[in-house]
Structure formats: structure tokens, C-alpha cells
């Protein structure tokens, strides 16, 4: 075939490549985790980590495919850019106004989807198999991508009502505009009163993570009944978790849905549906 065909054709037939994108990118723990699959399940192919420039972001989605890519993760601050770069975008990818998985077709169409809200609820579903979303109010702290992809999940999953609150209120009032009459919109100063009555609580911020401030929030309307979790895993048990759990809450932590968010990217690039399980955290974590 002509170096100038329109149609990419990949360098290394039968290899399958995916990767993460990111910029910077080398604190990914994609690449261990899709390594510790392919390995597992003895596939020939790779997985590589790419710290991709935004100026370069359209010139290297459009490349890959030609160089035998498959598919690609997508992480800060690309999620919200591959939208415009992306020929088919999911309904949900579309909402969440964000994708973290693509698809790249061998004629070079690039396929977004958004896999953090499956990931998210998986999540909770492995580690607390009784959660039963619809019966009683969610409270998420935080509204940015990461919660965008939450409140898109909770309210699918069958939560009546979402409590948010987000230190820029804008950002909130944003989703209830966007997610509709099922959204409550607090202060951030009143977000310890938007607990009171929770069955599910979610940090959605990144405050507690390694590095960061921890999130400092009253939790003394925190019903002992209620399921809380966090999306940051480093450290794995973080001190909103910790503080929760005093209250006798059941707590889930934020790796599982690192982990089972990338299961379907996986499936959809290898051809074969991976297992979350203690092994595969280990691998992660180690």
C-alpha cells in the first residue's frame, strides 16, 4: 500500500498497542495494571505510557492508529479535549462531557467513550454487594470531571435524590442544570448538613490525596447506616474514610474503580474480559 493512503495501516499486524495519554503522565498506574492482564491471560501485546503535549494532542490521536494502535486511555487534561477530536462520541461520554477510553479504528476513526461512572459503581457493588442506591439521598462532595461521571452513574443506578456541594457553587448549580430536578445544590459551608439523611456518600474531590489538603467536613449528621467512599486511592484508606468509619460506616475505597473502569477499554482493545480481583490490587499496588 502507498505511504500516502488515506487508510492507516498498522506497523505490527496482529500485536495489538494501547496506552495512556496524559500530560504529565508518568504517575499512571494504567500501564501496571493493563500489563498485569495481558500477562495473566498470556496476550501478545502492549501497553505504554505516553505523555502526549496539549498543543500535540490532535497530531497524535490521528498517528497512532497508523502506528498499530488499538486503543488509548485518556487522563489530565486530555479527557475533555478528545471529545472534539473523536469521530463517534457515547451518549454518556457526551454528558459527563468527558472520555477516559477510545477506541481507534484501523481506517483511523476514533471511537470515546466514558467508563468512570461504570467503573465507580462496579466498584461499589464488588466491596458492598447490599448497596441499594434508592433508598435514601446521595451526598457527593465535589463537581468536577470525576463527579460529573458520578452523579451521571448514581442517578442511572436509581438514587432519587443527589446532594452536591463544591467550593465553587457555579460548578454545581452547572450540574443541576445539566442532570435535572434530581439535584440538590448546598453550600460548601453547609455541606456537613447535607449528610443528615444520607445513604451514600462520595468525596469526589481531591482533598485527603498524598499531597494535598485533607477534606475537612463535619460529619456529625452522618447516619452510622450510610455507604461512604472516596475516588482517591493514594492513600488507600484516607482520612475522610477513616473519620467515617468512627461514625460506624461502611466504607469502600477509590483503587476499584481505577480498577474496573479500565475492563471494558480492555475487553474492547484484547478481545478478552479481565477479572478485578485481590490479585490484580496487588499488582497495582505493589
Not at 501496571?32 to 505516553?50: C, N, S, T
Request: hydrophobic fraction near 45%; proline fraction near 8%.
Amino acid at each position: 500500500m502507498s505511504k500516502n493512503s488515506d487508510t492507516p495501516t498498522p506497523a505490527a499486524p496482529g500485536i495489538p498497542l494501547a496506552g495512556v495519554i496524559g500530560w504529565p503522565v508518568a504517575h499512571s498506574r494504567s500501564p501496571r495494571l493493563h500489563g498485569h492482564w495481558l500477562r495473566r491471560y498470556g496476550i501478545a501485546g502492549h501497553y505504554i505510557p505516553m505523555p502526549v503535549r496539549p498543543e500535540h494532542l490532535a497530531e497524535a490521536l490521528r498517528t497512532l492508529p497508523r502506528l498499530g494502535f488499538v486503543g488509548i486511555n485518556v487522563t489530565i487534561p486530555h479527557k475533555e479535549a478528545v471529545l472534539a477530536l473523536a469521530d463517534h462520541v457515547t451518549d454518556r461520554a457526551a454528558l459527563i462531557g468527558a472520555a477516559n477510553t477510545l477506541i481507534l479504528r484501523p481506517d483511523g476513526k476514533i471511537h470515546a467513550d466514558n467508563t468512570d461512572g461504570y467503573g465507580f459503581i462496579a466498584n461499589l457493588r464488588q466491596h458492598a454487594p447490599d448497596w441499594r442506591p434508592e433508598i435514601g439521598p446521595a451526598a457527593l462532595i465535589g463537581a468536577g470531571g470525576a463527579a460529573r461521571a458520578v452523579v451521571a452513574s448514581l442517578l442511572d443506578a436509581g438514587v432519587r435524590e443527589l446532594r452536591i456541594a463544591n467550593r465553587t457553587r457555579l460548578r454545581a448549580e452547572q450540574i443541576r442544570t445539566e442532570f435535572g430536578a434530581r439535584i440538590t445544590v448546598y453550600d460548601w459551608a453547609q455541606a456537613g448538613n447535607m449528610l443528615e439523611g444520607a445513604a451514600t456518600v462520595v468525596n469526589a474531590t481531591s482533598m485527603g490525596m498524598d499531597g494535598k489538603p485533607a477534606l475537612r467536613l463535619p460529619l456529625d449528621a452522618l447516619s452510622p447506616d450510610a455507604l461512604v467512599t472516596d475516588l482517591v486511592y493514594t492513600p488507600l484508606d484516607t482520612p475522610f474514610l477513616v473519620a467515617a468509619r468512627a461514625q460506624g460506616c461502611r466504607t469502600v475505597d477509590g483503587l476499584g474503580m481505577l480498577l474496573h473502569q479500565a475492563a471494558p477499554g480492555f475487553e474492547r482493545w484484547f478481545g478478552t474480559r479481565p477479572q478485578v480481583d485481590d490479585d490484580l490490587r496487588r499488582a497495582v499496588l505493589a
